[in-house]
């Protein structure tokens, strides 16, 4: 695997826009944020383009929502075969367009295959009979879902390709037209995935691929009236922007399933672990460079352990490699581009006034090109100091005392974030406890902060972090239907 993405280096992917199955040329660079080699081209979709995909994904809904849900499912498992089957170049893409190492490349090929096998199995499950309802003797009442007509999936860079498949392949299982617009930084991986999709089966005209940045295709794909619903994830002010542009819109009310940032806050009490804990905060906080919704932001560390726990963590942060992504034993590769290592940059120096250092990386190890950022731990007095994600790895560490341990429960929720949250305890019925008072929709204890697998732990949040319904879980694909009654 390590020689495959090695042998693209200088390869040039494709990355513009798919309208009705033809791929336009782009004249955009796409760079490995890794070395800022070119990687791919990519193009803004105009709005002629853009309006041609309406067209055709709502003239051939219908037809796509009458196939059935096992019909739909059949296509949807020859992706994951095709995904499978291409699971080397995919990896490769991931690995030079996006940065991301090696291991998350896999796990990402992994969990999009994933969420293909699980969608399909959700649209035989769910829409391919009615369900019967009791009613009085002599009538019948049925129950249908059915699809609601155009949707549009709005993806990041930070899983560009299972993020953008599990909303993807969820409106297409459900029985929708599908306009998908990736992150403007990862085009490629989702250019390929297109064509995949189409020669898994998928119509050219229910599925097309916008690209570009949200300034130059956010507005004529959220403002037209044929938009039916629209799947996102991404930045808690963007979601928020999109949610008031599809309510000024023409048409019908319609739906937003978002997935945004979060706060993530891990709980360490006095009868916790600490071999254990520095290797689920090093997985949480650090990998895929902190550039996951779930990474651990906040560790909260019970006063009496705190010494010991954050030495022997200052010793594992100074093992971590950071450097090329396609290398095995790489553990951090870079962030994604200019800005995200400019935000970390400022907030780093901030954190010089306002925070006390704990472990800083070694500049001199820094790779001299590409957008790299090591690792950084610092100790503050309280959260109030971070109001906003922090998205990297950068690790934040607050102690208290016993008695306090109400009132960090108490500031974690006041963040108006509700992802992710740890405990590691062996106290007797603490994690229940806890479990019941923290507003976050993915709890962990006892391990790391790190994996959603698709059917066993359904991913997503609530207040600023999204919506819901989770993805990889059993309520997500209604979202993306309409319901009929027939009595
Ligand atoms: P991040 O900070 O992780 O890049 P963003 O919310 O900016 O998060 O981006 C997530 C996705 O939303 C990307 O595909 C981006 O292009 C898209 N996006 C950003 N702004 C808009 C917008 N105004 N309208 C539609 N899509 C947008």
Redesign the pocket.
């Known amino acids: 695997m390590q020689q495959a993405v090695a042998a693209t280096t200088g390869a040039s992917w494709a990355g513009g826009p798919i309208v009705n199955g033809v791929a336009s040329k782009g004249e955009q660079t796409v760079v490995n944020p890794a070395s800022g080699e070119p990687v791919g081209h990519t193009a803004d979709t105009d709005a002629a383009q853009i309006d041609q995909a309406f067209t055709a994904a709502a003239d051939s809904q219908r037809a796509w929502n009458r196939l059935g849900g096992n019909a739909r499912a059949d296509i949807l498992d020859k992706v994951a075969d095709l995904y499978e089957q291409h699971l080397n170049e995919l990896v490769a893409i991931i690995c030079r367009e996006a940065g991301r190492t090696l291991n998350d490349g896999i796990s990402e090929v992994r969990e999009a295959v994933d969420f293909c096998r699980y969608y399909a199995n959700g649209a035989r499950k769910h829409f391919s009979e009615p369900t019967l309802l009791p009613g009085p003797t002599g009538e019948s009442n049925e129950l249908s879902l059915c699809g609601r007509g155009v949707f549009v999936c709005?993806?990041?860079?930070?899983f560009p390709l299972a993020i953008f498949t599990g909303q993807v392949v969820a409106a297409l299982a459900a029985g929708n037209g599908v306009l998908a617009?990736?992150?403007?930084q990862t085009p490629c991986i989702a250019h390929r995935a297109v064509q995949l999709m189409h020669e898994a089966g998928v119509p050219e005209k229910i599925l097309h691929l916008i690209t570009g940045?949200?300034?130059a295709v956010?507005k004529p794909?959220?403002d037209d009236p044929r938009v039916a619903g629209v799947a996102?994830?991404?930045?808690t002010?963007?979601a928020k922007?999109?949610n008031m542009q599809l309510a000024a819109k023409d048409g019908p009310i319609v739906p937003l399933i978002a997935e945004t940032g979060g706060q993530n806050v891990m709980i360490v009490d006095s009868t916790a672990l600490p071999e254990q804990v520095v290797d689920d905060v090093i997985q949480s906080a650090f990998l895929s460079a902190g550039q996951r919704c779930s990474a651990l932001r906040i560790l909260c560390v019970q006063d009496v352990i705190a010494d010991n726990l954050l030495s022997m963590l200052k010793g594992a942060c100074d093992e971590l490699t950071l450097g090329d992504p396609s290398k095995l034993d790489t553990d951090i590769g870079p962030v994604i581009d200019e800005k995200a290592l400019g935000l970390l940059e400022t907030h780093r120096a901030r954190m010089q006034q306002e925070a006390k250092p704990l472990f800083a990386f070694d500049e001199a190890k820094r790779p001299q090109r590409g957008t790299f950022f090591g690792p950084q731990v610092v100790e503050i007095e309280n959260f109030d100091l971070l109001k906003r994600e922090v998205?990297g790895p950068f690790l934040h560490v607050v102690r208290f005392k016993a008695e306090e341990l109400e009132d960090v429960i108490r500031r974690i929720n006041a963040t108006g974030y509700g992802l992710t949250f740890g405990l590691h305890s062996r106290i007797e019925g603490r994690a229940g406890a806890i479990f019941k008072r923290v507003d976050a929709g993915n709890c962990y204890v006892n391990r790391d902060m790190v994996g959603a697998v698709v059917g066993v732990n359904p991913f997503g949040g609530m207040g600023l972090s999204g919506t819901g319904p989770k993805a990889g879980g059993p309520h997500y694909l209604f979202r993306f239907a309409n319901e009929k009654t027939k009595t």
């Open positions: 709005i993806s990041p860079w930070n617009k990736p992150a403007e940045t949200g300034a956010g794909l959220l996102f994830t991404g930045s002010e963007t922007h999109i998205f």
